[in-house]
């Protein structure tokens, strides 16, 4: 199976940062990566596909890049909202795992 | 309303049974790949189980197969997941999500439900 290693897995930030989190594929899956937010006792939401395309509705201070085995998710200048956790997860081959997640809360 | 809802959860007893279903409504059910992903408390997202949109394709991870099964009803717009033998371990918030349309397996989850809690104790 494929790992992904997220990191940090916690991160403190103040609203109008810069945030940046990293996921690393333990092998090559081209750009078959997916960032998904997820707040407490909710569902998680499809922020980013294709390691860089924005899902339709997602503010554009989220972006993602990357491709083979490193990715990282951006947001611009967090908002009070962003703060939740993020995982990224590999589609380009079963099983379809997750990173561990990060927690990003408030500073 | 375009959406998936998930229900069957409860507390079950180690090596008992359960089933849940995921209720489709408002978007082409029978042309989606459809996806469980389970939460454990505290815990990060796990992938559990996939179907196909015809139901013709299943795949299971390694830690659940021989004991859970997937199958998709595309008239009733209903999927289900059949777990058996649970443990402790099963514990957690098993979601529904909306994947890849057609032949694509493997788009990112777009949709996904509430959940419904299991709790194996």
């Known amino acids: 199976d494929i790992q992904l290693t997220q990191s940090p897995p916690f991160l403190s930030a103040s609203v109008g940062d810069r945030v940046t989190i990293t996921c690393r594929a333990s092998?090559?899956?081209?750009?078959?990566l997916a960032w998904y937010q997820q707040k407490p006792g909710k569902a998680p939401k499809l922020l980013i596909y294709?390691?860089?395309t924005l899902q339709s509705g997602v503010p554009s201070r989220f972006s993602g890049s990357g491709s083979g085995t490193e990715f990282t998710l951006t947001i611009s200048s967090l908002q009070p909202e962003d703060f939740a956790s993020y995982s990224c997860q590999q589609l380009n081959t079963y099983p379809p795992t997750f990173g561990g997640g990060t927690k990003v809360d408030i500073k | 309303q375009v959406q998936l809802v998930e229900s069957g959860g409860g507390v079950v007893q180690p090596g008992r049974s359960l089933r849940l279903s995921c209720a489709a409504s408002a978007f082409n059910f029978d042309t989606y790949t459809i996806h469980w992903v389970r939460q454990a408390p505290g815990q990060g997202l796990q992938w559990v189980a996939t179907?196909?949109?015809?139901?013709?394709?299943?795949r299971y991870t390694d830690s659940v197969k021989g004991r859970f099964s997937i199958s998709r009803d595309n008239f009733r717009r209903t999927l289900y997941l059949q777990l058996s033998s649970l443990g402790i371990e099963d514990t957690a918030l098993y979601f529904c999500?909306?994947?890849?349309?057609?032949?694509?397996?493997?788009?990112?989850?777009?949709?996904w439900g509430p959940g419904t809690m299991v709790t194996v104790s």
């Open positions: 092998q090559h899956i081209s750009s078959s």
């Open positions: 179907v196909s949109y015809d139901g013709s394709q299943k």
């Open positions: 294709d390691a860089s």
């Open positions: 999500a909306r994947g890849g349309q057609g032949r694509n397996s493997r788009g990112p989850l777009d949709l």
